[in-house]
């Protein structure tokens, strides 16, 4: 059982792992985890509880970010090779699919208009040339463009211009996720859909 004064320092233990890996629900976990090693220490030879447990939670957030970096490479070694015809690049070099994706998605279904979340995820996301958006979307590269650039502007404003369809939401995160995997006829369908269904 963990001792009064260990528990204590459960909200520093948690800022410091966030601070460190940047999603609150990891940082609970590791500190978690933190706890569970020292019920398997023997705590009479710990002079510096404090110092102990801070060091215990560092490490074990450097080997979280050390086996995301390994997935991160690991997932562009499986998706290049099915991409190559496409000459699609993307970058997930600062994607946590634990975290972010769900929240960044969110972020786009509340700011953003059908086409302009339809273009940004393909474009800015996915690395699509404006000549493969032509195709998919059925608009021109210079519309395109304009639409890109009035997107990237409503992701920089503070106003939440659309309600957010949590249904929707789940299911285009399931959809991304399988793109990151190189399978995109489900998450192209699913952001045409709503471009025909509101004109937008």
């Given amino acids: 059982?963990?001792?009064?004064?260990?528990?204590?320092?459960?909200?520093?233990?948690i800022a410091v792992a966030f601070k460190m890996v940047g999603c609150r629900s990891t940082a609970e976990d590791l500190v978690q985890d933190t706890f569970l090693s020292w019920l398997k220490v023997d705590a009479s030879k710990i002079q510096d509880v404090k110092s102990y447990l801070t060091r215990t939670v560092t490490n074990k957030c450097l080997n979280y970010l050390k086996s995301i970096k390994q997935k991160k490479e690991e997932l562009i070694d499986q998706?290049?090779?099915?991409?190559?015809?496409?000459s699609i690049s993307p970058d997930f070099s600062n994607l946590d699919l634990k975290c972010e994706v769900t929240h960044a998605l969110?972020?786009?279904?509340?700011?953003?208009?059908?086409?302009?979340?339809?273009?940004f995820v393909l474009k800015e996301l996915f690395n699509f040339d404006y000549s493969d958006l032509t195709t998919i979307l059925g608009k021109k590269a210079d519309n395109c463009r304009q639409i890109l650039s009035r997107a990237q502007s409503k992701?920089?404003?503070?106003?939440e211009r659309f309600s957010v369809d949590v249904d929707k939401l789940r299911r285009t995160v399931i959809d991304f996720k399988n793109a990151t995997l190189g399978e995109f006829s489900g998450l192209i369908d699913n952001l045409k859909s709503d471009i025909y269904k509101k004109g937008l």
């Fill in 106 to 119: 969110s972020l786009v279904f509340k700011k953003l208009a059908p086409s302009e979340r339809a273009v």
């Fill in 79 to 86: 998706v290049s090779p099915s991409l190559t015809s496409l």
């Fill in 155 to 159: 992701l920089s404003d503070e106003t």
């Fill in 1 to 13: 059982m963990l001792h009064t004064e260990v528990i204590s320092y459960r909200p520093f233990l």
